[in-house]
Protein backbone atom coordinates (compact mmCIF):
# COMPACT_ATOMS: atom_id res chain seq x y z
CA UNK A 1 0.00 0.00 0.00
CA UNK A 2 3.15 2.44 1.14
CA UNK A 3 4.62 1.68 -2.10
CA UNK A 4 1.44 2.69 -4.16
CA UNK A 5 1.45 5.73 -2.56
CA UNK A 6 4.88 6.33 -2.98
CA UNK A 7 4.61 5.45 -6.77
CA UNK A 8 1.41 7.84 -7.34
CA UNK A 9 3.45 10.64 -5.64
CA UNK A 10 6.78 10.07 -7.57
CA UNK A 11 4.44 10.22 -11.10
CA UNK A 12 2.64 13.47 -9.65
CA UNK A 13 6.03 15.12 -9.46
CA UNK A 14 7.36 14.03 -12.17
CA UNK A 15 4.17 15.56 -13.93
CA UNK A 16 5.03 18.44 -12.36
CA UNK A 17 8.90 18.75 -12.92
CA UNK A 18 7.70 18.20 -16.93
CA UNK A 19 5.31 20.69 -17.09
CA UNK A 20 7.67 23.51 -15.11
CA UNK A 21 10.08 22.22 -17.76
CA UNK A 22 7.67 23.09 -20.52
CA UNK A 23 6.71 26.14 -19.03
CA UNK A 24 10.22 27.53 -18.67
CA UNK A 25 10.97 26.34 -22.42
CA UNK A 26 7.54 28.44 -24.10
CA UNK A 27 9.04 31.26 -22.22
CA UNK A 28 12.28 30.98 -23.20
CA UNK A 29 11.09 30.83 -26.84
CA UNK A 30 9.38 33.68 -26.14
CA UNK A 31 11.71 36.25 -24.82
CA UNK A 32 13.46 36.56 -28.37
CA UNK A 33 10.15 37.62 -30.24
CA UNK A 34 9.12 39.85 -27.33
CA UNK A 35 12.05 41.96 -27.24
CA UNK A 36 12.10 42.21 -30.90
CA UNK A 37 8.20 43.23 -30.39
CA UNK A 38 9.31 46.21 -28.02
CA UNK A 39 11.99 47.81 -30.35
CA UNK A 40 9.71 47.49 -32.78
CA UNK A 41 7.37 49.56 -30.92
CA UNK A 42 9.92 52.15 -29.99
CA UNK A 43 10.47 52.46 -33.25
CA UNK A 44 7.17 53.03 -34.57
CA UNK A 45 6.98 55.98 -31.39
CA UNK A 46 10.17 57.76 -33.38
CA UNK A 47 8.75 57.52 -36.84
CA UNK A 48 5.15 58.58 -36.42
CA UNK A 49 4.62 61.95 -34.95
CA UNK A 50 1.89 63.21 -32.95
CA UNK A 51 -0.61 63.99 -35.83
CA UNK A 52 -2.82 67.20 -36.31
CA UNK A 53 -5.15 64.94 -38.50
CA UNK A 54 -5.06 61.50 -39.78
CA UNK A 55 -6.46 60.71 -43.81
CA UNK A 56 -7.02 57.39 -44.73
CA UNK A 57 -6.16 56.69 -48.27
CA UNK A 58 -8.23 54.41 -50.72
CA UNK A 59 -4.86 52.44 -51.11
CA UNK A 60 -5.22 51.45 -47.43
CA UNK A 61 -2.10 53.88 -46.37
CA UNK A 62 -2.83 56.33 -44.13
CA UNK A 63 -1.52 59.58 -43.80
CA UNK A 64 -0.57 61.27 -40.67
CA UNK A 65 -0.86 65.33 -41.29
CA UNK A 66 2.38 66.33 -38.90
CA UNK A 67 3.22 69.86 -37.67
CA UNK A 68 6.30 71.24 -39.97
CA UNK A 69 8.43 71.64 -36.64
CA UNK A 70 7.58 67.64 -35.30
CA UNK A 71 8.71 65.66 -38.28
CA UNK A 72 11.69 63.55 -38.38
CA UNK A 73 13.80 65.32 -39.60
CA UNK A 74 14.37 67.08 -36.24
CA UNK A 75 15.41 64.12 -34.17
CA UNK A 76 19.14 65.14 -35.69
CA UNK A 77 21.18 66.30 -32.96
CA UNK A 78 22.40 68.93 -35.54
CA UNK A 79 18.92 70.02 -36.58
CA UNK A 80 17.59 70.47 -32.80
CA UNK A 81 17.79 74.26 -33.29
CA UNK A 82 17.71 74.94 -37.24
CA UNK A 83 15.67 77.45 -38.50
CA UNK A 84 12.83 76.19 -40.96
CA UNK A 85 13.66 77.73 -45.06
CA UNK A 86 10.03 78.12 -46.18
CA UNK A 87 11.40 78.77 -49.46
CA UNK A 88 14.87 78.41 -51.26
CA UNK A 89 16.59 81.84 -51.52
CA UNK A 90 16.91 81.32 -55.50
CA UNK A 91 15.76 78.74 -58.29
CA UNK A 92 17.24 77.23 -60.91
CA UNK A 93 17.19 79.74 -63.82
CA UNK A 94 17.43 79.27 -67.82
CA UNK A 95 15.64 76.45 -69.52
CA UNK A 96 12.58 75.00 -68.97
CA UNK A 97 10.19 72.67 -70.81
CA UNK A 98 6.54 73.21 -71.04
CA UNK A 99 5.18 70.43 -69.94
CA UNK A 100 1.66 71.01 -71.80
CA UNK A 101 3.48 71.34 -74.93
CA UNK A 102 4.46 68.12 -75.09
CA UNK A 103 2.55 66.27 -77.74
CA UNK A 104 0.44 63.29 -77.18
CA UNK A 105 -2.60 62.52 -78.88
CA UNK A 106 -3.56 60.65 -75.42
CA UNK A 107 -2.58 63.42 -72.89
CA UNK A 108 -4.24 63.21 -69.47
CA UNK A 109 -4.75 64.97 -66.32
CA UNK A 110 -1.50 65.56 -64.20
CA UNK A 111 -0.66 63.04 -61.41
CA UNK A 112 -2.07 63.29 -58.15
CA UNK A 113 -1.68 60.71 -54.91
CA UNK A 114 -4.66 58.44 -54.15
CA UNK A 115 -5.25 60.43 -50.35
CA UNK A 116 -6.08 63.70 -51.57
CA UNK A 117 -9.53 62.04 -52.34
CA UNK A 118 -10.27 61.37 -49.10
CA UNK A 119 -8.62 65.47 -47.53
CA UNK A 120 -5.60 67.67 -47.26
CA UNK A 121 -3.34 68.53 -45.10
CA UNK A 122 -3.32 71.55 -43.08
CA UNK A 123 -1.51 74.50 -43.29
CA UNK A 124 1.93 74.21 -41.07
CA UNK A 125 1.88 70.64 -41.19
CA UNK A 126 3.35 67.92 -43.81
CA UNK A 127 1.83 64.87 -44.77
CA UNK A 128 3.56 61.24 -43.66
CA UNK A 129 2.78 57.94 -44.68
CA UNK A 130 2.40 56.56 -41.39
CA UNK A 131 5.15 53.05 -40.66
CA UNK A 132 3.12 50.24 -39.43
CA UNK A 133 4.16 47.29 -37.42
CA UNK A 134 4.06 44.78 -40.64
CA UNK A 135 6.33 47.29 -42.50
CA UNK A 136 9.13 47.07 -39.97
CA UNK A 137 8.50 43.68 -39.40
CA UNK A 138 9.22 43.17 -43.09
CA UNK A 139 12.82 43.79 -42.04
CA UNK A 140 15.69 41.44 -42.21
CA UNK A 141 16.50 44.08 -38.90
CA UNK A 142 15.46 47.44 -37.34
CA UNK A 143 18.90 49.30 -38.66
CA UNK A 144 17.88 47.85 -42.13
CA UNK A 145 14.58 48.91 -42.43
CA UNK A 146 14.04 52.05 -44.64
CA UNK A 147 17.68 51.35 -46.00
CA UNK A 148 19.13 50.31 -49.42
CA UNK A 149 22.17 47.62 -49.88
CA UNK A 150 25.95 48.72 -50.07
CA UNK A 151 27.26 49.25 -53.44
CA UNK A 152 23.82 49.24 -55.46
CA UNK A 153 24.76 52.42 -57.32
CA UNK A 154 25.56 52.41 -61.06
CA UNK A 155 28.98 52.78 -61.74
CA UNK A 156 29.35 53.35 -65.50
CA UNK A 157 33.37 53.47 -64.96
CA UNK A 158 34.09 50.32 -64.19
CA UNK A 159 36.31 47.93 -66.27
CA UNK A 160 34.60 45.27 -64.98
CA UNK A 161 30.46 45.81 -65.16
CA UNK A 162 30.14 41.93 -63.62
CA UNK A 163 31.80 43.31 -60.22
CA UNK A 164 28.57 45.45 -59.63
CA UNK A 165 26.06 42.96 -60.80
CA UNK A 166 27.22 40.52 -58.06
CA UNK A 167 25.87 43.12 -55.72
CA UNK A 168 22.34 41.94 -57.29
CA UNK A 169 21.58 45.49 -58.40
CA UNK A 170 21.18 45.62 -62.12
CA UNK A 171 20.73 49.33 -64.10
CA UNK A 172 19.92 50.67 -67.34
CA UNK A 173 21.21 54.59 -67.00
CA UNK A 174 21.98 57.59 -68.85
CA UNK A 175 25.08 59.60 -67.38
CA UNK A 176 26.71 62.85 -67.13
CA UNK A 177 30.44 63.24 -65.23
CA UNK A 178 34.06 65.13 -65.92
CA UNK A 179 32.43 68.83 -64.42
CA UNK A 180 30.57 69.96 -61.37
CA UNK A 181 26.83 69.93 -61.12
CA UNK A 182 25.08 71.89 -59.06
CA UNK A 183 21.47 70.05 -60.00
CA UNK A 184 19.45 67.91 -62.20
CA UNK A 185 15.88 67.79 -63.42
CA UNK A 186 14.22 64.95 -65.84
CA UNK A 187 10.50 64.13 -66.79
CA UNK A 188 9.99 60.79 -65.85
CA UNK A 189 7.20 58.26 -67.36
CA UNK A 190 5.43 55.97 -64.90
CA UNK A 191 4.55 52.49 -65.06
CA UNK A 192 4.23 49.90 -62.30
CA UNK A 193 6.36 47.35 -63.75
CA UNK A 194 5.34 43.21 -62.28
CA UNK A 195 8.17 42.33 -59.52
CA UNK A 196 8.72 38.51 -59.03
CA UNK A 197 9.61 38.43 -55.19
CA UNK A 198 8.62 40.34 -52.41
CA UNK A 199 12.93 40.91 -51.73
CA UNK A 200 13.51 42.43 -55.50
CA UNK A 201 12.21 46.25 -56.27
CA UNK A 202 12.30 48.34 -59.76
CA UNK A 203 12.81 51.61 -59.47
CA UNK A 204 13.38 54.80 -61.85
CA UNK A 205 15.27 57.83 -60.55
CA UNK A 206 17.81 59.99 -60.91
CA UNK A 207 21.00 60.43 -59.17
CA UNK A 208 23.14 63.34 -57.49
CA UNK A 209 26.43 61.71 -56.86
CA UNK A 210 29.76 63.47 -54.65
CA UNK A 211 33.13 61.33 -53.81
CA UNK A 212 34.29 57.81 -55.59
CA UNK A 213 32.18 54.66 -55.72
CA UNK A 214 33.84 54.09 -52.41
CA UNK A 215 32.71 53.90 -48.96
CA UNK A 216 32.83 57.96 -49.18
CA UNK A 217 30.26 57.97 -51.74
CA UNK A 218 27.44 61.32 -51.48
CA UNK A 219 24.76 60.38 -53.16
CA UNK A 220 20.59 62.09 -53.25
CA UNK A 221 18.27 60.00 -55.01
CA UNK A 222 14.65 60.74 -56.43
CA UNK A 223 12.35 59.19 -58.66
CA UNK A 224 9.20 56.57 -58.42
CA UNK A 225 9.35 52.85 -57.75
CA UNK A 226 7.94 49.43 -56.51
CA UNK A 227 8.88 47.43 -53.81
CA UNK A 228 6.75 45.30 -51.84
CA UNK A 229 9.44 44.71 -48.69
CA UNK A 230 9.13 47.82 -48.16
CA UNK A 231 5.53 49.21 -48.63
CA UNK A 232 3.91 45.79 -48.57
CA UNK A 233 2.27 46.33 -52.17
CA UNK A 234 3.33 46.65 -55.94
CA UNK A 235 2.18 50.12 -56.19
CA UNK A 236 4.30 52.68 -57.61
CA UNK A 237 5.62 55.28 -54.83
CA UNK A 238 7.05 58.24 -55.24
CA UNK A 239 10.50 58.21 -52.97
CA UNK A 240 13.71 59.54 -52.43
CA UNK A 241 16.55 58.50 -50.64
CA UNK A 242 20.25 60.55 -49.45
CA UNK A 243 23.43 58.78 -47.93
CA UNK A 244 27.01 60.25 -47.02
CA UNK A 245 28.50 56.92 -46.73
CA UNK A 246 28.00 54.31 -49.96
CA UNK A 247 24.65 53.40 -47.82
CA UNK A 248 26.93 52.22 -44.99
CA UNK A 249 24.70 54.02 -41.89
CA UNK A 250 23.80 57.37 -42.94
CA UNK A 251 20.69 57.89 -44.75
CA UNK A 252 16.98 55.85 -45.63
CA UNK A 253 13.95 56.25 -47.73
CA UNK A 254 11.59 59.39 -47.69
CA UNK A 255 11.27 60.60 -43.93
CA UNK A 256 12.47 56.86 -42.58
CA UNK A 257 15.36 58.85 -40.72
CA UNK A 258 16.43 62.48 -39.60
CA UNK A 259 17.85 64.46 -42.37
CA UNK A 260 15.19 65.59 -45.52
CA UNK A 261 13.25 68.80 -44.01
CA UNK A 262 10.02 68.51 -45.83
CA UNK A 263 8.00 71.80 -46.20
CA UNK A 264 5.17 70.74 -48.69
CA UNK A 265 1.63 69.96 -47.31
CA UNK A 266 0.55 68.82 -50.45
CA UNK A 267 2.67 65.82 -51.63
CA UNK A 268 3.47 62.90 -49.25
CA UNK A 269 6.93 61.14 -49.92
CA UNK A 270 6.27 57.26 -50.25
CA UNK A 271 2.66 57.51 -51.16
CA UNK A 272 1.34 56.03 -54.66
CA UNK A 273 1.46 57.63 -57.69
CA UNK A 274 -1.68 58.01 -59.75
CA UNK A 275 -2.67 57.05 -62.36
CA UNK A 276 0.22 55.23 -64.37
CA UNK A 277 1.10 54.36 -67.77
CA UNK A 278 -0.80 51.73 -69.82
CA UNK A 279 1.12 49.54 -72.64
CA UNK A 280 -0.20 50.69 -75.81
CA UNK A 281 -2.38 53.67 -74.17
CA UNK A 282 -2.59 56.65 -72.06
CA UNK A 283 1.19 57.75 -71.12
CA UNK A 284 1.92 59.51 -67.45
CA UNK A 285 4.82 61.10 -66.23
CA UNK A 286 6.18 63.15 -63.41
CA UNK A 287 9.03 65.83 -63.60
CA UNK A 288 11.17 66.44 -60.98
CA UNK A 289 14.04 68.88 -60.11
CA UNK A 290 17.01 68.48 -57.44
CA UNK A 291 19.31 71.80 -57.13
CA UNK A 292 21.48 73.31 -54.74
CA UNK A 293 20.75 76.48 -52.79
CA UNK A 294 23.69 78.52 -54.11
CA UNK A 295 23.27 80.97 -50.84
CA UNK A 296 22.06 78.71 -48.26
CA UNK A 297 23.75 75.73 -49.61
CA UNK A 298 20.91 73.11 -49.38
CA UNK A 299 19.64 70.50 -51.90
CA UNK A 300 16.22 71.15 -52.87
CA UNK A 301 13.50 69.01 -54.25
CA UNK A 302 10.76 70.37 -56.47
CA UNK A 303 7.91 67.49 -57.90
CA UNK A 304 6.04 68.88 -61.04
CA UNK A 305 6.08 72.50 -61.69
CA UNK A 306 4.06 73.66 -58.90
CA UNK A 307 5.92 71.44 -55.79
CA UNK A 308 8.75 72.15 -53.87
CA UNK A 309 9.22 69.25 -51.16
CA UNK A 310 11.62 70.40 -49.33
CA UNK A 311 15.66 69.97 -48.85
CA UNK A 312 18.58 68.07 -47.52
CA UNK A 313 20.94 70.31 -45.62
CA UNK A 314 24.34 70.10 -46.43
CA UNK A 315 25.69 69.74 -43.75
CA UNK A 316 25.03 66.62 -44.23
CA UNK A 317 27.11 65.44 -46.31
CA UNK A 318 30.62 65.59 -47.04
CA UNK A 319 30.97 65.48 -50.90
CA UNK A 320 27.70 67.05 -51.76
CA UNK A 321 28.25 69.79 -49.59
CA UNK A 322 29.83 71.53 -52.51
CA UNK A 323 28.74 70.07 -55.79
CA UNK A 324 28.21 66.87 -57.33
CA UNK A 325 30.50 65.02 -59.82
CA UNK A 326 28.33 62.53 -61.61
CA UNK A 327 24.28 62.80 -62.57
CA UNK A 328 22.50 59.53 -63.61
CA UNK A 329 19.14 59.10 -64.64
CA UNK A 330 17.66 55.72 -65.39
CA UNK A 331 16.27 52.11 -64.00
CA UNK A 332 17.51 50.23 -61.62
CA UNK A 333 16.00 46.67 -60.57
CA UNK A 334 17.21 43.68 -57.98
CA UNK A 335 18.05 40.61 -59.33
CA UNK A 336 17.92 37.96 -56.66
CA UNK A 337 18.41 35.21 -59.24
CA UNK A 338 15.22 32.99 -58.02
CA UNK A 339 16.18 28.89 -58.63
CA UNK A 340 19.52 29.99 -60.10
CA UNK A 341 18.14 31.70 -63.01
CA UNK A 342 17.62 35.80 -63.79
CA UNK A 343 14.72 37.20 -62.32
CA UNK A 344 11.80 38.35 -64.45
CA UNK A 345 11.62 41.90 -62.36
CA UNK A 346 10.43 44.44 -65.04
CA UNK A 347 12.12 47.93 -65.51
CA UNK A 348 10.33 50.44 -66.51
CA UNK A 349 7.15 49.76 -68.52
CA UNK A 350 8.86 45.66 -69.21
CA UNK A 351 9.75 46.52 -72.45
CA UNK A 352 12.91 47.05 -74.36
CA UNK A 353 13.93 50.87 -75.83
CA UNK A 354 13.18 49.68 -79.30
CA UNK A 355 9.47 49.48 -78.91
CA UNK A 356 9.54 53.21 -78.68
CA UNK A 357 6.45 55.52 -77.41
CA UNK A 358 3.82 54.09 -75.44
CA UNK A 359 5.34 50.62 -75.03
CA UNK A 360 9.04 51.41 -73.72
CA UNK A 361 9.51 53.84 -70.59
CA UNK A 362 11.11 56.94 -71.31
CA UNK A 363 13.07 59.99 -69.27
CA UNK A 364 12.97 62.84 -71.35
CA UNK A 365 13.94 66.33 -71.03
CA UNK A 366 17.18 65.50 -68.93
CA UNK A 367 19.14 68.18 -67.91
CA UNK A 368 21.65 69.89 -65.41
CA UNK A 369 22.10 72.98 -63.33
CA UNK A 370 25.54 74.79 -63.40
CA UNK A 371 27.38 76.53 -61.46
CA UNK A 372 25.66 79.42 -62.13
CA UNK A 373 22.73 78.18 -61.20
CA UNK A 374 21.18 77.57 -64.52
CA UNK A 375 19.12 74.10 -65.93
CA UNK A 376 20.78 73.55 -69.27
CA UNK A 377 20.97 70.01 -71.98
CA UNK A 378 23.94 67.65 -70.51
CA UNK A 379 26.85 67.31 -73.10
CA UNK A 380 28.77 64.12 -73.28
CA UNK A 381 25.40 61.92 -72.29
CA UNK A 382 26.89 57.97 -72.08
CA UNK A 383 24.93 55.25 -71.20
CA UNK A 384 25.50 52.49 -69.34
CA UNK A 385 24.02 48.98 -68.48
CA UNK A 386 25.20 45.50 -67.03
CA UNK A 387 23.43 43.04 -69.37
CA UNK A 388 21.84 44.85 -72.18
CA UNK A 389 20.19 41.62 -73.08
CA UNK A 390 18.16 41.62 -69.87
CA UNK A 391 17.34 45.69 -70.15
CA UNK A 392 18.83 48.64 -72.19
CA UNK A 393 18.93 51.90 -72.54
CA UNK A 394 18.87 53.88 -76.21
CA UNK A 395 19.62 57.82 -76.14
CA UNK A 396 18.13 60.12 -78.68
CA UNK A 397 18.24 64.29 -78.79
CA UNK A 398 15.27 66.85 -80.61
CA UNK A 399 12.34 68.75 -80.72
CA UNK A 400 9.71 68.98 -77.50
CA UNK A 401 12.12 66.45 -75.63
CA UNK A 402 15.28 67.67 -75.62
CA UNK A 403 17.92 65.15 -74.56
CA UNK A 404 15.99 61.85 -74.11
CA UNK A 405 16.15 57.94 -73.64
CA UNK A 406 13.99 55.42 -74.01
CA UNK A 407 14.97 52.00 -71.10
CA UNK A 408 14.23 48.89 -69.46
CA UNK A 409 13.59 45.48 -70.64
CA UNK A 410 11.27 42.33 -69.20
CA UNK A 411 14.57 40.67 -67.29
CA UNK A 412 14.50 37.21 -67.96
CA UNK A 413 13.92 36.35 -71.11
CA UNK A 414 15.34 33.72 -74.01
CA UNK A 415 18.74 36.10 -74.23
CA UNK A 416 18.75 36.80 -70.45
CA UNK A 417 18.44 33.43 -68.99
Known amino acids: MAADVSSRRWVVWLLLTMALCLSCAEA????????????????????????????????????????????????????????????????????????????????????????????????????????????????????????????????????????LSESGHQHAIGYVEGDTYYGAKATINVWEPKIQQANEFSLSQLWILGGSFGEDLNSIEAGWQVSPDLYGDNNTRLFTYWTSDSYQATGCYNLLCSGFIQISSEIAMGATIYPISRYGGSQYDISILVWKDPREGHWWMQFGNDYVLGYWPSFLFSYLADSASMIEWGGEVVNSEPDGEHTSTAMGSGHFPGEGFGKASYFRNIQIVDDSNKLRTPTGVGTFTEQSSCYDVQIGNGGQWGHYFYYGGPGRNSNCP
Not at 46 to 60: E, F, M, Q, W
Not at 102 to 128: D, E, F, Y
Open 28 to 163: GRGQVPSKRRLEVQRHLRRLNKRAVRSIKSPDGDIIDCVHISHQPAFDHPSLKNHTIQIRPAFHPEGLQFGESKVASQKRTPPLSQPWHQHGRCPKNTIPIRRTRRKDVMRASSIRKYGRKKHKSIPNPLSVDPDL
